[in-house]
């Protein structure tokens, strides 16, 4: 901090296990990466490589040296896997990852239809290799699952050898937990924190209401995901009770 | 590609008759144009200096210089040669068209009104010094015009020289093409399709449910206008089917 | 200018009394400051730091003498005066102001509830050390304030020793001045201008509909605020009625 500011919540430090910050990278230059990292590096965790951008993005290895440098894993959206799987490569999928000595990797099924044993295996594949977050909920809004089923998933997507579950919302903020004006589906969320640990879920939530609804629901040290780079420093006041929205939260 | 993925559709490459890409630069700094560039000069047929931007950017000469040695045709709106029409001054535009060395150069009659014929008049007088894209419909979004009226219009256009049509969108895609809402007038695409060459044609869709529906409608190398410079990797993956709005389109 | 075009509305130059544009940082590293400063020197008078975000950017004092040098008096949120005051550090501000060398601070009451008369003793004070902005308004949609108080509030802000007024509208454009779909509250505004001078106004308006209503309303010099820096170009077009929102204006 810059100056002196009397109880402010406290936030966890590298190398966090909760309070996590999860940022989207959707085609960053090496130097707007670097520009990123110079302000976000202290507040976060992991930059997703958003969905398939890695395929494409000039420099990559260049851009994943910055993020490193600066303490933050880098990793490669889910729908990366998903369309390595879908074109029946995945053994091509477990060498891009050695390729780019990646330490992390997204497993989801939001584009494809995938049988959930094999979902869960692909998991157990992956995490021999690598520390593996599993996303669930679909990208398709009229595929609305029930809070029972979003919780059986969770539960074996864990067991299958998941480190963290991500909570789908898209980079826009309106499926999976939210409705499509990007509402949180309250009972829903509620539902699945009766059951599953708030520590293990990465909440998805790029619109500024749905980081303060969990930072009100669960406090400063939620984990939060798909946050848009330009916003880090805002959500990091917002976890503070630092800014118009939560500014009673912890007072 | 940085990495092998199959069955990808087949995009064109540069310099490109089909599948063009325009860009609107809405007043980015000279380093800013180079960091899109960086990621983007693959994929960027054409960078508009939207409107009249060009008129007080700082460092424009230096700014032009960047994209041409990235290979990307920079151009100025055609609300700038609005400007100079509504103010009688349409052979200074001349003189600002070959001071900056200018390629390409947009007609437009969005904001004024101009008896059609005087604009095709412009539109052939200009065509002897550079390729000249015209854009068809208005910004006003009271003015609602027939699909007849679309292509009446568009026909003359690429009668009296110009090299490729826009189809109106504004910067905010909700307008001309599209409704208030942002969703596309359909019967007005399937009319104007109907009677002029798709190839003929840069739809402007600067959402990206303007995108996936032009994409889904005419293919991978579809021409799309007044993309945001920070979606040129993201516009690029979903044109090949690579992310969860486009994901079944080519497989 | 690049080049000549006749007939444009005369913009004042710095230093200016009236037509100043105060534009939100909300966390940019320093690169990106300069890189701001590069295409919006001219046409900016004030950067905030938005809310409290000065409290944990890294890299302050740099960001800071990137703003002094190109011209643009940096100064802080009002949210972190309110931050300060909640907590009884009043003096630590103070102390924070003398620290940045700042000559410029704002005072709010958007997010606490303070006795209108403990703000003018405030204002007052700090008056004393810098020149005092002060923001009248809500940041809570549901406290919604008859035009006469509004009023009354300014006079005595003015009155305590604020240099301009701010009038609310927080980053997104839709509390304060705005009904929550963004659109203006007129009636409001012009009971306002009644007894306000309108120089002694600052109008947050962070969208293109908000700055468009008033420059229609005031013209090209009307002193807006909230303005996000990648807007800086594209909102001086509009005030010089280069844009299709105030072509017809000025000529």
């Not at 402010?8 to 990278?25: A, C, H, S, Y």
């Not at 990292?37 to 494409?56: C, H, N, P, Q």
């Not at 708030?198 to 209401?209: D, G, M, T, V």
């Not at 629901?217 to 995901?225: F, K, R």
């Amino acid at each position: 901090m810059n100056f002196q500011l009397n109880n402010i919540p406290q936030r966890t430090e590298k190398p966090r296990e909760n309070g996590l910050t999860m940022v989207m990278d959707k085609g960053f230059s090496v130097r707007q990466a670097a520009d990123f990292m110079e302000v976000g590096a202290a507040y976060t965790d992991f930059v997703k490589l958003g969905w398939t951008t890695a395929l494409i993005v000039p420099k990559l290895e260049e851009k994943l040296a910055v993020y490193r440098e600066a303490g933050a894993h880098p990793y490669f959206g889910g729908t990366l896997f998903e369309a390595f799987v879908v074109r029946d490569q995945f053994d091509d999928f477990l060498r891009v990852i050695e390729k780019y000595r990646l330490e992390y990797a997204e497993i989801s099924d939001g584009s494809i239809a995938l049988p959930h044993e094999e979902k869960c295996e692909y998991i157990a594949k992956l995490a021999q290799h690598v520390t593996v977050i599993s996303e669930v909920g679909s990208k398709d809004n009229t595929k609305i699952m029930a809070p029972y089923k979003w919780i059986s998933l969770m539960k074996a997507e864990l067991e299958a050898g998941s480190w963290r579950l991500i909570a789908e919302s898209r980079e826009s903020g309106n499926v999976g937990l939210y409705r499509e004006s990007g509402e949180v589906r309250q009972g829903l969320v509620d539902e699945i924190l009766n059951e599953i640990p708030n520590e293990k879920i990465i909440w998805e939530a790029p619109l500024k209401s749905q980081q303060v609804y969990f930072i009100h629901l669960i406090g400063a040290n939620v984990n939060l995901g798909n946050i848009n780079p330009a916003e880090i420093i805002a959500l990091e006041t917002t976890r503070m009770g630092l800014r118009g929205d939560t500014f009673h939260y912890f007072i």
